[in-house]
């Protein structure tokens, strides 16, 4: 984990919360949520062992870094309250 996330706090949620995305439980769906220093944090579905051999020649993740994957009805969602700058 990078120095220094654990004094952010989640400041708000972007999209729809996962009820309004058909969730009956609420409890085990992908989110997003913009932090108090304006980064993202997103739950998703750990998949970096399956894509990190299909990431292009440019892209690389640091040791602490995972690859989640998340659906697109939840990023469409989401796309109303990412901010453009």
Do not use: H, Q, W
Request: proline share 7%; glycine share 8%.
């Amino acid at each position: 984990m990078r120095d220094g996330v654990s004094a952010f706090r989640i400041t708000r949620r972007l999209g729809d919360p996962p009820r309004l995305r058909g969730s009956g439980t609420a409890e085990t769906c992908p989110d997003l949520f913009e932090l108090s220093n304006g980064d993202f944090a997103i739950i998703g579905t750990e998949a970096t062992v399956e894509l990190e051999p299909c990431l292009p020649a440019d892209a690389a993740r640091a040791d602490y870094e995972r690859i989640v994957v998340i659906s697109r009805e939840t990023l469409i969602r989401a796309k109303k309250d990412i901010p453009d700058a």
